[in-house]
């Protein structure tokens, strides 16, 4: 069964730093990854995913992602965050050789950015 | 607004009770996922269907059912309540179900067992 992990629980950044947050997975097939985002009192929304093809994938608000087979990362990045940026951030995988091909979210990290 | 609508928004009812939480997808969509976010376990994957059909199930408990009606909208029936149900429950759906396709999410229900 495939499964994501994001390792931090929550992440404090500067504003105008680069930001990182953390994001592994495991399938059996080929993976099909996606980052959503939270802001308090709403439902998750679509940032961006990974299919096929670039490594770096570019999604909404300025955030991008890569794809490191090698490592079974998919990262979240933005070169310059804000605080608007402060949310709680989940990564999510489904398994492309999994018949039952449910969308498996992570545990969420919470991103601060602090002014 | 995601154009996914939860009913209720909040839900306080004691244990042994029984609720039904109502989803309705976005015009189009056929596919719609639920799925339970608390705090210790983050956020669950219940159960899935495609155009009525159950697609794909996750860790949903016996004591809790859903459906999708012929209008696509769904219900997810949470009986025997316990303390432990409390949590915001979220309905998804998407154009086809198909593995590529993003999610769009309601704004949730937030069910509280006392």
């Known amino acids: 069964a495939q499964s994501v992990a994001q390792p931090e629980d929550q992440v404090n950044v500067a504003e105008g730093n680069p930001l990182t947050v953390k994001c592994t997975y495991s399938v059996s097939g080929n993976p099909y990854l996606f980052w959503y985002v939270q802001y308090p009192n709403r439902g998750l929304q679509f940032l961006l995913k990974?299919?096929?093809?670039?490594?770096l994938v570019k999604g909404s608000y300025g955030f991008e992602a890569e794809f490191n087979k090698s490592q079974t990362s998919f990262h979240l990045k933005k070169p310059s965050a804000l605080v608007s940026d402060s949310a709680l951030y989940f990564c999510a995988v489904r398994d492309g050789g999994n018949r039952d091909d449910k969308i498996i979210f992570g545990k969420g990290t919470r991103l601060h950015i602090l002014p | 607004d995601s154009g996914v609508t939860q009913t209720p928004k909040h839900l306080i009812t004691a244990t042994g009770q029984r609720v039904t939480l109502r989803c309705s997808p976005r015009s189009g969509d056929l596919s719609v996922y639920w799925y339970q976010q608390s705090l210790d376990q983050g956020l669950q994957f219940l159960i899935q269907?495609?155009?009525?059909?159950?697609?794909a199930k996750g860790n949903i408990l016996e004591r809790f059912s859903a459906q999708q009606f012929p209008d696509l909208h769904s219900e997810l029936n949470l009986s025997s309540l316990e303390l432990g149900d409390s949590a915001l429950y979220f309905c998804a759906s998407s154009v086809d179900g198909v593995i590529d396709e993003k999610l769009f999410f309601g704004s949730g229900t937030q069910l509280s067992v006392l």
């Open positions: 990974y299919i096929t093809g670039d490594n």
């Open positions: 269907y495609y155009n009525g059909e159950e697609r």
